[in-house]
């Protein structure tokens, strides 16, 4: 795994196992390279002639490279990637093969579906599902410890079209933006692009553990994150692992993991120590939504393979250890054109402005009237745990612009004057807006939504979710005001003063979604109520959201996601987070009742008897401390117990509402999970008590302070 970069230059090694668009062009006919630029363009469809000619180039490099097996990679509503391999042989009567790939195996695929989370799209009979190439999306070889096989993205439909995966209204989502995005560059005078697309940078945050700690955590092991442990002394109150010197064994971990994602072609830039003890983030360099998505789930997928062959564990949870800062995952949008144009970028000149300014606009208006669904995009069992927890953005979406632009769109919203570059009050279209330094606003990291030069951030992504969901979600969103926009700039005589009427009636009807303070604050939620903001703090109450006449209205216009297919994915997030939950208060009975009773027992034991010795020897002798001790075990001990039957009554009664998933979920979030945390509360103080080397499994200090 490890590669000595001084004999093997970077250069040479990245994107080896990635067919790029650099060995489609070295392997193709030019023609049919011309042809499937533009099937990539969406100027024309793929042509099965086309098709066979690149299934054809692409066998041939996998099978050169020593691959022996393809797949079409896809996924699934379970967040997670599926795959199916199938090998490249084709028997002959004589008994020998032939290695073959068609153009047909190329575009399409027919995986069983059955079994995959549709929230009763499909019955289970209906088992048959396609995977369709995303020719946006480069092939590539995944590598295990039996060979490489040739990884084909796909999206995955069932019989009747409908999607069942994340990457299908992902691609529908980029179709809607760039249709609309394109009616206002094509009146505002653009003749050179041709499409629009979302880019996209994650930045992925996460924990390392040594996997010897791991493997003793029941709860780490089957849900992800511990549901006992008490803080250690230290913690990361004195910010000294943030941006620190990382570690020889982390280093090293980072090193191949660099590695083994640059040969995928996949652009991993940053890395650095983050705020907890042994929490780090890794950024790539942006790429357009669908590659940026496919790129992110390999991300996840190689950091626990790559930790594993290191002896530690990768823990993605939102929220692995109590007490210390939790995992997310920044995703930062921006549209661009197919010739490099970013849409929100200032830019130096006054068309640059006018366009920088609508579509700022746009995406202001779009975040506002759109925020519900915004946030049921984030929404999870794991991201509950972290959202609003003062060191993630608070369940209340808002916007942060800056001191600077808000200045500027709050005086053009109100009619005053805005100085331009030249000193003279800004006309759009005519003058150019003052400079917008690019670090301006990245400074407040309480913000859910914020503009940081030219893109907007969203912090609100939870660490081990797809970006697929928001990206649909701001893609769709942008498209419905966009097209609102268009309608308006296509009618207008004055196409300049429209624009300029369009930025400041939208700022002022909804400059109620900016904020430039800090999140984290009290007096921020009393605000956001009296602006009429939404705070949907849970999941269970964001995700019927989606089902809402708005969201359904927004998707079906667009062509996105049906009334079904919303209904599909409520359903299966809902039953997803029933099912992650019962795991965690399963685990923690079992821990509870098989492990800490048991070693707790053995304790207090060991006290009396050390209290019978002490008195056995020295009658007189004052063993009140001892009995004091004894006591506090002794009663958390009960403690213990009974909130331990309390969870399971809980856990059973909400077990039996399977047949209405709401009130299923519902009870596991107003009653599971608060039986749960009386327990912890008793678990916890027998820890604190408890003979360290009693204790039956890792400590947060043993996890957080060893590597």
Same mark, same amino acid.
């Given at each position: 795994?490890?590669?000595?970069y001084?004999?093997?230059p970077?250069?040479?090694?990245?994107?080896?196992?990635?067919?790029?668009? &650099?060995?489609?062009?070295?392997?193709l006919?030019?023609s %049919?390279?011309?042809?499937?630029?533009?099937?990539?363009?969406?100027?024309?469809?793929?042509?099965l002639?086309?098709?066979?000619?690149?299934?054809?180039a692409m066998?041939?490099w996998?099978?050169?490279?020593?691959?022996?097996h393809?797949?079409?990679?896809?996924?699934?509503?379970?967040?997670l990637?599926?795959?199916?391999?199938?090998a490249?042989?084709?028997?002959?009567a004589?008994?020998?093969?032939l290695?073959?790939?068609s153009g047909?195996?190329?575009?399409?695929?027919? #995986?069983?579906?059955?079994?995959?989370?549709?929230?009763?799209? !499909?019955?289970?009979?209906?088992?048959?599902?396609?995977?369709?190439?995303?020719?946006?999306?480069?092939?590539?070889?995944?590598?295990?410890?039996?060979?490489?096989?040739?990884t084909?993205?796909?999206?995955f439909?069932?019989?009747?079209?409908e999607?069942?995966?994340?990457?299908?209204?992902?691609?529908?989502?980029?179709?809607?933006?760039s249709?609309?995005?394109? !009616?206002?560059?094509k009146?505002m005078?653009?003749?050179?692009?041709?499409?629009? %697309?979302?880019?996209v940078?994650?930045?992925?945050?996460?924990?390392l553990?040594?996997?010897e700690?791991y493997?003793?955590?029941?709860?780490?092991k089957?849900?992800?994150?511990?549901?006992?442990g008490?803080?250690?002394?230290?913690?990361?109150?004195?910010?000294?692992?943030?941006?620190?010197?990382?570690?020889?064994r982390?280093?090293?971990?980072?090193?191949?993991?660099?590695?083994?994602?640059?040969?995928?072609?996949?652009?991993?830039?940053?890395?650095?120590?983050?705020?907890? #003890?042994?929490?780090?983030?890794?950024? #790539?360099?942006?790429?357009?939504?669908?590659?940026?998505?496919?790129a992110?789930?390999? &991300?996840?997928e190689?950091?626990?393979?790559?930790?594993?062959?290191?002896?530690?564990?990768?823990?993605?949870?939102?929220?692995p250890?109590?007490?210390?800062?939790?995992?997310?995952?920044h995703?930062?949008?921006?549209?661009c054109?197919?010739?490099?144009?970013?849409?929100?970028?200032?830019?130096?000149?006054?068309?640059?402005?006018?366009?920088?300014?609508?579509?700022?606009?746009?995406?202001?208006?779009?975040?506002?009237?759109?925020?519900p669904?915004? !946030?049921?995009?984030?929404?999870?069992? +794991?991201?509950?745990? !972290?959202l609003?927890?003062?060191?993630a953005?608070?369940?209340?979406?808002s916007?942060?612009l800056?001191d600077?632009?808000?200045d500027?769109l709050?005086?053009?919203?109100?009619?005053?004057? %805005?100085?331009?570059?030249d000193?003279?009050?800004?006309?759009? +279209?005519?003058t150019?807006? #003052?400079?917008?330094?690019?670090?301006?606003?990245?400074?407040? *990291?309480t913000?859910?939504?914020a503009?940081?030069?030219?893109?907007? @951030?969203?912090?609100?992504?939870?660490?081990?979710?797809?970006?697929?969901?928001?990206?649909? %979600?701001?893609?769709?969103?942008?498209?419905?005001i966009?097209?609102?926009?268009?309608?308006?700039?296509?009618?207008a005589?004055?196409?300049n003063?429209?624009i300029?009427?369009?930025?400041a009636?939208?700022?002022?009807?909804h @400059?109620?979604?900016?904020?430039?303070g800090?999140?984290?604050?009290?007096?921020?939620?009393?605000?956001?109520?009296?602006?009429g903001?939404?705070?949907?703090?849970?999941?269970?109450? &964001?995700?019927?959201?989606?089902?809402?006449?708005?969201?359904?209205?927004?998707?079906?216009?667009?062509?996105?996601?049906?009334?079904?297919e919303?209904?599909? *994915?409520?359903?299966?997030?809902?039953?997803?987070?029933?099912?992650?939950?019962?795991?965690?208060?399963?685990?923690?009975?079992?821990?509870?009742?098989?492990?800490?009773?048991?070693?707790?027992?053995?304790?207090?034991?060991?006290?009396?008897?050390?209290?019978?010795?002490i008195k056995?020897v020295? &009658?007189?002798?004052?063993?009140?401390?001892?009995?004091?001790?004894?006591?506090d075990?002794?009663?958390?001990?009960?403690?213990?117990?009974?909130?331990a039957?309390v969870?399971?009554?809980?856990?059973?009664?909400?077990?039996?509402?399977? @047949?209405d998933?709401?009130?299923?979920?519902?009870?596991?979030?107003?009653?599971?999970?608060?039986?749960?945390?009386?327990?912890?509360?008793?678990?916890?103080?027998l820890?604190?008590?408890?003979?360290?080397?009693?204790?039956?499994y890792?400590?947060?200090e043993?996890?957080?302070?060893?590597?």
């Amino acid at each position: 795994m490890s590669v000595d970069y001084s004999q093997t230059p970077l250069v040479d090694l990245y994107g080896e196992n990635c067919f790029s668009e &650099a060995v489609m062009k070295e392997r193709l006919p030019k023609s %049919v390279f011309k042809e499937f630029k533009k099937v990539q363009a969406g100027e024309v469809e793929l042509s099965l002639d086309v098709a066979e000619v690149i299934a054809s180039a692409m066998k041939d490099w996998a099978i050169e490279k020593g691959a022996t097996h393809y797949t079409h990679w896809f996924q699934p509503l379970t967040g997670l990637t599926a795959e199916k391999h199938d090998a490249f042989i084709s028997p002959e009567a004589d008994g020998t093969i032939l290695m073959e790939f068609s153009g047909k195996e190329l575009i399409q695929g027919e #995986p069983d579906a059955s079994s995959f989370p549709n929230g009763g799209l !499909r019955a289970t009979f209906e088992a048959r599902g396609y995977t369709a190439w995303d020719t946006s999306s480069p092939a590539f070889l995944k590598q295990d410890n039996s060979g490489l096989t040739l990884t084909i993205p796909t999206a995955f439909v069932s019989y009747t079209g409908e999607a069942l995966d994340k990457k299908t209204p992902l691609l529908r989502s980029t179709d809607a933006v760039s249709a609309q995005a394109m !009616r206002i560059l094509k009146v505002m005078g653009n003749t050179s692009s041709k499409r629009v %697309v979302s880019s996209v940078g994650p930045e992925q945050e996460y924990f390392l553990v040594d996997k010897e700690y791991y493997l003793a955590r029941p709860d780490l092991k089957l849900t992800g994150r511990t549901v006992f442990g008490t803080m250690s002394a230290k913690g990361q109150e004195l910010d000294d692992h943030y941006f620190g010197a990382i570690k020889d064994r982390v280093a090293d971990f980072m090193r191949d993991l660099n590695t083994e994602l640059w040969k995928l072609g996949i652009s991993a830039k940053t890395q650095h120590n983050e705020v907890a #003890p042994n929490q780090f983030e890794m950024a #790539p360099v942006y790429a357009n939504a669908s590659v940026a998505t496919d790129a992110n789930q390999l &991300a996840m997928e190689m950091m626990k393979k790559v930790a594993d062959k290191h002896g530690l564990a990768c823990l993605l949870h939102e929220k692995p250890f109590a007490g210390v800062n939790g995992n997310g995952k920044h995703n930062n949008w921006s549209i661009c054109t197919d010739d490099g144009i970013n849409l929100f970028n200032p830019g130096d000149t006054p068309h640059e402005n006018a366009q920088f300014l609508l579509f700022c606009v746009a995406a202001i208006k779009a975040v506002d009237v759109y925020a519900p669904i915004l !946030r049921a995009s984030a929404a999870s069992s +794991g991201n509950d745990h !972290r959202l609003g927890a003062n060191e993630a953005p608070p369940a209340i979406i808002s916007i942060f612009l800056g001191d600077q632009l808000t200045d500027i769109l709050s005086k053009m919203a109100a009619g005053k004057p %805005v100085e331009a570059l030249d000193g003279k009050m800004m006309e759009i +279209g005519a003058t150019a807006l #003052p400079k917008l330094p690019m670090d301006m606003t990245d400074r407040n *990291r309480t913000s859910p939504f914020a503009f940081t030069g030219n893109k907007f @951030e969203f912090r609100m992504v939870g660490s081990s979710q797809s970006i697929a969901a928001p990206n649909v %979600v701001l893609n769709t969103a942008a498209a419905a005001i966009l097209d609102e926009f268009a309608t308006r700039l296509e009618k207008a005589s004055d196409v300049n003063a429209e624009i300029q009427k369009i930025v400041a009636e939208t700022y002022k009807a909804h @400059e109620r979604i900016v904020f430039n303070g800090n999140g984290y604050a009290e007096e921020w939620v009393t605000e956001a109520e009296k602006r009429g903001l939404p705070n949907l703090k849970s999941t269970v109450e &964001a995700l019927p959201v989606y089902m809402s006449d708005e969201s359904v209205s927004l998707f079906e216009k667009y062509k996105v996601l049906s009334k079904a297919e919303l209904e599909s *994915r409520v359903d299966t997030y809902l039953e997803v987070y029933s099912k992650q939950i019962n795991i965690e208060a399963g685990v923690a009975l079992e821990m509870a009742t098989r492990l800490i009773f048991p070693a707790v027992s053995d304790f207090a034991a060991s006290i009396a008897g050390t209290i019978t010795s002490i008195k056995s020897v020295l &009658a007189s002798a004052d063993t009140a401390a001892q009995e004091s001790l004894l006591g506090d075990v002794n009663a958390q001990m009960e403690c213990l117990l009974k909130t331990a039957g309390v969870l399971g009554k809980e856990i059973d009664a909400a077990l039996e509402l399977e @047949e209405d998933l709401m009130a299923q979920a519902v009870a596991y979030r107003e009653k599971v999970i608060p039986a749960m945390d009386d327990l912890r509360e008793c678990a916890d103080a027998l820890e604190k008590m408890t003979d360290k080397d009693v204790w039956p499994y890792p400590s947060y200090e043993d996890m957080l302070f060893n590597l």
